[in-house]
């Protein structure tokens, strides 16, 4: 076994500090802000959905999420099984076909959806726009005007999101279909652009998984409601019923059976983020939680943001990638070795959980931004960081 020559370090003293909430995995993600199990009602376990009082409270997230993502009044929206991926997949198997396709993928879960249209519905009719992690695909080359769009507004595994809406046409004749999972509730969407928008309760705002909201725009409605794909829908992704909207869906009627637990839990963080401010004091948080790491990164001879360009850079999903020279020069696996160190290291001292990339993306840190994670635990956390790395670098081998 040969061993990388390094340059003596002094490995610096353990930060005084810690973390109240040393969680920043970025999914699920951290419970909101003085989150307690006391907290939530209980009025409706072990009841049916279908009665009054939890079909009431499963109507109460889809208004309460409209109304703090100042979504139109006309856009339909409902809760689904399946979490956000079940969620885009019925968006996906109920409207394209119709027209032309094309597919934005960057990240792991735009990849995804490129293969299910690829290799499930078979679309002829294609284009794909790539690129690697950290960057966007030239977003001008795309036919918003004529063709359906598929596309992640904020590539949660890659950290780089679209940063506006300008180069979706207003007047067009295909749909978009946005996977918006880790933008929701962080980021401002222009709904006037967006026919399909999918997201989950456990990204923003902090909610348990298995459960996915779904809007369609007036035109989605539409295309629903006039179009029927080649392929026959499972019971679990329909959304029409002899040729019309199931409205039922979109009132607080889910096509399975919920957690109304985790109902009551969303619900709960839902009327948090109205006391704090709305959209507006959801953003302002996710946004200084980027400018915490931004700051840190500023000054790091270590690392740097997967995504260069700033206007790019997620505020939820924070990528990160080692620059340090000792790091470039071994190879990938043992990059990932080099960040496991790390990361283990982390969760021993109970100070960061799940800080990783994820496990397609090249070796990094993934933090988790969005507004139930406070400022100061990720400015505590950037020392722990520098803690860990010069631990990992002062150990190396290869």
Do not use: Y
């Given at each position: 076994m040969r061993y990388l020559l390094i340059t003596k370090i002094l490995v610096m003293n353990e930060p005084s500090s810690k973390p109240q909430n040393p969680n920043f995995s970025s999914g699920p993600t951290a419970k909101r802000p003085g989150w307690a199990f006391e907290h939530l009602s209980t009025k409706n376990l072990g009841r049916s959905h279908r009665a009054p009082g939890p079909k009431s409270s499963l109507k109460e997230v889809i208004d309460l999420s409209k109304r703090l993502l100042q979504m139109p009044e006309d856009y339909r929206l409902g809760i689904v099984p399946g979490s956000d991926t079940g969620a885009f997949e019925m968006a996906m198997w109920n409207v394209l076909g119709a027209r032309g396709v094309d597919v934005l993928s960057w990240e792991s879960f735009g990849a995804g959806w490129k293969t299910d249209i690829e290799k499930q519905l078979k679309i002829n009719d294609v284009r794909y726009f790539e690129a690697p992690y950290g960057e966007l695909p030239d977003l001008l080359e795309v036919d918003s005007l004529t063709r359906d769009v598929v596309f992640t507004w904020n590539g949660t595994t890659s950290g780089a999101r679209v940063p506006n809406g300008d180069w979706i046409a207003e007047q067009r004749s295909g749909l978009t279909l946005c996977d918006a999972t880790s933008a929701t509730f962080a980021m401002a969407l222009p709904w006037e652009k967006l026919d399909i928008v999918t997201w989950s309760w456990q990204k923003v705002m902090g909610g348990e998984g298995a459960h996915g909201m779904i809007a369609l725009s007036p035109r989605a409605v539409q295309r629903l409601e006039t179009y029927t794909p080649d392929w026959p829908l499972p019971k679990i992704f329909r959304l029409t019923k002899a040729g019309a909207l199931i409205e039922d869906i979109f009132e607080g009627a889910t096509i399975n059976t919920p957690s109304m637990l985790a109902v009551e839990?969303?619900?709960?963080?839902?009327?948090?983020?109205?006391?704090?401010?709305?959209?507006?004091?959801?953003?302002?948080?996710?946004?200084?939680?980027?400018?915490?790491?931004?700051?840190?990164?500023?000054?790091?001879?270590?690392?740097?943001?997967?995504?260069?360009?700033?206007?790019?850079?997620?505020?939820?999903?924070?990528?990160?990638?080692?620059?340090?020279?000792?790091?470039?020069?071994?190879?990938?696996?043992?990059?990932?070795?080099?960040?496991?160190?790390?990361?283990?290291?982390?969760?021993?001292q109970h100070v960061g959980y799940d800080v990783g990339a994820y496990r397609d993306a090249p070796p990094g840190l993934r933090l988790w931004g969005g507004a139930t994670v406070e400022a100061s635990d990720l400015q505590i956390l950037t020392q722990w960081l520098d803690w860990s790395f010069e631990r990992a670098l002062g150990s190396q081998e290869v």
């Open positions: 839990d969303q619900l709960d963080t839902l009327h948090w983020a109205e006391q704090i401010g709305g959209l507006e004091a959801l953003i302002s948080r996710s946004q200084k939680n980027l400018a915490t790491i931004r700051e840190w990164v500023s000054g790091s001879p270590w690392v740097d943001f997967l995504t260069a360009i700033p206007e790019q850079q997620s505020s939820t999903a924070i990528c990160l990638k080692v620059i340090h020279p000792q790091f470039l020069a071994l190879g990938i696996d043992e990059q990932r070795q080099f960040i496991k160190t790390m990361t283990t290291e982390l969760e021993a």
